[in-house]
């Protein structure tokens, strides 16, 4: 299966050279940085503009760095930091902790959606897009800031082309008050510069790039299989390459990278005695904090550390000491099928500008080759830049949150516009949730005002409006509590029995959605939490994180007046009261054993990891979530009962393709 790869060269990428700072104090370290060299330029620039736009290569220390030089001009307000994803909002947070020399949460914190490490102390706050963004719509001015910096702005996330509208409102708003200033600073990699200058109509800072020359390597024949290419080129490179020279492979996901890992690992113990250890680090955002912290320590003489990242190691996270990149080419995307409302993650191609940044990491501290398991005509085909977000995904709750605000999606001042179908969608969608009374006269209801409270997806709050419906709001808080955090299952590769077995303990034969109810249920009575979840093979982290969160749900839902019932055994109300927001996600089983999904008619199987999974196919269930990769995937799923549907859906659109059925 293992047949030797062959690359041909495809050039450099740009250079210039700077030492290694590995071994250097932290002072010294910040002094090192492409960024200190701009910091007096950067300062004066400061005090004279009110907006800033800076590009600079990832790893040169805009994150870490900016804030500080802003922090001396003596402002009186906060400096808020937003970040698109909150590990890279928490571990940046960290380390300027540690360079400020003070602890997390004083002088430097950071809050994320339902976590908030910050004192009446903090002057420089992390946070992620989503997080501003609702502090934004609760006060449009801002007031607690003197200087907001949107970060990675070149990602294009749909919380942050929301915020450069709301950021850019705030300043203009304070100076015609005659307020304090507001600056705004905004970050970005090398990409697309021009468009941002026209948007905020300021020219653009440079940091000089000091990266260090990293030769380009493309596959000199198509490959059918990602996987396997990039196992044979790690090989390869492991055969020839001096230990400590670590590689890092950019792959899409959290299966395919635990089973990658595991692989590797495998063929590692039976390798060539003479050749250094390898250690295997995976890298995503699902990851516990403390394991994804561990790809940045230090690794003993003669073994070389691999690093499995998903493309949050593209810009966001940097990890000294790769010489070696090898890029699979594709990634994992939230994608939108703008006919039937539908979201799915997929499998797809990265574009260009994404290939060059995952190249450049193979060269921060030294010089290095990328491997690509593509060819150089299959990297023509790419996508120049990576579409923003809001060009393709489902733009429902960012409507909500504008029309919360009183303003209307299509006369908002966007980067970008989102096309009138995909906002008709939304609406469309709005209509069917009960937020809005039509989608010609998109006005808010009671309810979508209601759903406009809650920082969560519009149909999860929807869930917890209608429970009340049900008397079930006790219930549907755990589950929307657990379904928003991270994965509470633990699976050991090496205990998969055991760990099976304990968890089947908790398994409803109706499904997931009532399983994690359980699980929430038993852990709720629980005293010795540690050693329950231990025996239980469950996450404590994210079942406290779950704990957390249904406890801010819960004061959320006491404000506005929502009752807190129980149905106690019932547990049908729940099943059914889980329509009123999944009603987009029904699948109907087929002849041929596949599932086929009623709004957007996509051919599915249930989830290798779910309660029902290998067990006599219901004829109907809802899903949470549908997931693509080379086959199709529903996750966590539930049996539903099809008179449910017109009993809580009366004006379900797909009524009648269903009824053709039962
Ligand atoms: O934002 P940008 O990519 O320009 O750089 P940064 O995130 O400010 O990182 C600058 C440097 O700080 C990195 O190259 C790392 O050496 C170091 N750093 C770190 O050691 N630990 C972190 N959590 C973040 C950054
Ligand atoms: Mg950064």
């Given at each position: 299966?293992?047949?030797?790869?062959?690359?041909?060269?495809?050039?450099?990428?740009?250079?210039?050279?700077?030492?290694?700072?590995?071994?250097?104090?932290?002072?010294?370290?910040?002094?090192?940085?492409?960024?200190?060299?701009?910091?007096?330029?950067?300062?004066?620039?400061?005090?004279?503009?009110?907006?800033?736009?800076?590009?600079?290569?990832?790893?040169?220390?805009?994150?870490?760095?900016?804030?500080?030089?802003?922090?001396?001009?003596?402002?009186?307000?906060?400096?808020?930091?937003?970040?698109?994803?909150?590990?890279?909002?928490?571990?940046?947070?960290?380390?300027?902790?540690?360079?400020?020399?003070?602890?997390?949460?004083?002088?430097?914190?950071?809050?994320?959606?339902?976590?908030?490490?910050?004192?009446?102390?903090?002057?420089?706050?992390?946070?992620?897009?989503?997080?501003?963004?609702?502090?934004?719509?609760?006060?449009?001015?801002?007031?607690?800031?003197?200087?907001?910096?949107?970060?990675?702005?070149?990602?294009?996330?749909?919380?942050?082309?929301?915020?450069?509208?709301?950021?850019?409102?705030?300043?203009?708003?304070?100076?015609?008050?005659?307020?304090?200033?507001?600056?705004?600073?905004?970050?970005?990699?090398?990409?697309?510069?021009?468009?941002?200058?026209?948007?905020?109509?300021?020219?653009?800072?440079?940091?000089?790039?000091?990266t260090y020359p990293v030769k380009v390597m493309h596959a000199k024949e198509r490959q059918t299989d990602y996987h396997n290419a990039c196992l044979v080129t790690l090989f390869q490179i492991h055969m020839d390459a001096p230990a400590n020279h670590d590689v890092l492979i950019f792959l899409t996901g959290q299966e395919e990278i635990d089973a990658m890992a595991q692989q590797i690992r495998s063929i590692a113990k039976n390798a060539d005695r003479a050749a250094p250890n390898i250690r295997v680090f995976p890298l995503y955002s699902q990851l516990p904090q403390n394991k994804q912290l561990e790809c940045f320590m230090a690794m003993p003489q003669n073994s070389r550390k691999v690093i499995l990242a998903t493309n949050i190691a593209e810009t966001s996270i940097t990890i000294p000491g790769i010489r070696y990149v090898i890029d699979s080419g594709f990634v994992k995307r939230r994608v939108y099928d703008a006919n039937s409302g539908m979201d799915s993650l997929k499998v797809v191609r990265i574009s260009q500008a994404q290939s060059w940044q995952r190249c450049g990491r193979a060269g921060r501290d030294s010089e290095g080759i990328c491997y690509r398991t593509y060819t150089c005509a299959e990297m023509e085909t790419f996508d120049e830049m990576p579409k923003p977000e809001i060009l393709r995904s489902n733009i429902y709750s960012t409507v909500l949150q504008l029309m919360s605000l009183g303003v209307s999606c299509k006369t908002f001042d966007f980067l970008d516009k989102p096309s009138s179908e995909s906002v008709d969608m939304a609406y469309k969608q709005l209509q069917l949730l009960g937020a809005i009374k039509s989608v010609n006269f998109p006005e808010m209801t009671?309810?979508?005002?209601?759903?406009?409270?809650?920082?969560?997806?519009?149909?999860?709050?929807?869930?917890?409006?209608?429970?009340?419906?049900?008397?079930?709001?006790?219930?549907?808080?755990?589950?929307?509590?657990?379904?928003?955090?991270?994965?509470?299952?633990?699976?050991?590769?090496?205990?998969?029995?055991?760990?099976?077995?304990?968890?089947?303990?908790?398994?409803?034969?109706?499904?997931?959605?009532?399983?994690?109810?359980?699980?929430?249920?038993?852990?709720?009575?629980?005293?010795?939490?540690?050693?329950?979840?231990?025996?239980?093979?469950?996450?404590?982290?994210?079942?406290?994180?779950?704990?957390?969160?249904?406890?801010?749900?819960?004061?959320?839902?006491?404000?506005?007046?929502?009752?807190?019932?129980?149905?106690?055994?019932?547990?049908?109300?729940?099943?059914?009261?889980?329509?009123s927001g999944l009603f987009n996600n029904i699948a109907e089983l087929q002849r041929d054993t596949f599932y086929l999904t009623i709004s957007s008619r996509q051919r599915a199987k249930i989830h290798p990891s779910s309660v029902l999974s290998g067990k006599s196919r219901p004829n109907l269930v809802i899903f949470t979530e549908i997931v693509a990769t080379d086959r199709n995937f529903l996750k966590t799923v539930t049996v539903i009962d099809p008179e449910w549907i017109e009993e809580v859906v009366p004006n379900y659109p797909h009524l009648s393709r269903l009824r053709q059925n039962f």
């Open positions: 299966m293992r047949k030797e790869l062959t690359f041909t060269s495809g050039g450099a990428s740009s250079s210039s050279s700077y030492n290694s700072n590995q071994s250097l104090s932290i002072k010294a370290q910040q002094q090192h940085l492409p960024i200190y060299s701009c910091r007096l330029r950067f300062i004066q620039e400061a005090r004279r503009l009110d907006t800033l736009l800076l590009m600079g290569e990832t790893g040169s220390g805009k994150t870490t760095q900016i804030p500080q030089f802003l922090l001396s001009l003596g402002m009186k307000g906060m400096i808020a930091v937003t970040q698109p994803r909150r590990v890279a909002a928490i571990t940046v947070a960290k380390r300027v902790a540690q360079e400020m020399q003070c602890k997390l949460g004083e002088r430097v914190g950071f809050t994320v959606r339902f976590e908030d490490c910050t004192s009446p102390a903090t002057k420089i706050k992390f946070v992620t897009d989503g997080t501003l963004l609702r502090e934004a719509i609760s006060d449009r001015l801002l007031k607690n800031y003197s200087a907001i910096i949107l970060d990675e702005a070149h990602e294009r996330t749909i919380n942050t082309d929301v915020l450069f509208v709301l950021v850019k409102e705030a300043q203009r708003q304070r100076s015609f008050k005659n307020m304090a200033p507001l600056k705004i600073v905004v970050m970005s990699a090398t990409m697309d510069i021009d468009h941002f200058s026209k948007y905020f109509g300021v020219k653009g800072m440079y940091v000089e790039g000091k009671e309810t979508g005002r209601q759903m406009a409270k809650f920082p969560l997806d519009p149909k999860f709050s929807k869930l917890l409006i209608t429970s009340q419906e049900f008397g079930c709001l006790e219930e549907m808080l755990s589950l929307v509590a657990v379904m928003s955090g991270e994965n509470i299952f633990i699976v050991p590769t090496e205990r998969r029995e055991q760990a099976s077995l304990a968890h089947g303990k908790f398994e409803s034969k109706y499904g997931d959605h009532l399983t994690l109810l359980n699980v929430y249920l038993a852990f709720q009575k629980t005293e010795k939490i540690k050693l329950w979840c231990h025996d239980n093979f469950l996450n404590t982290r994210n079942l406290l994180y779950a704990r957390d969160v249904r406890n801010q749900l819960k004061d959320i839902c006491e404000k506005i007046g929502l009752k807190l019932e129980s149905c106690g055994t019932n547990l049908d109300l729940v099943r059914k009261c889980l329509l």
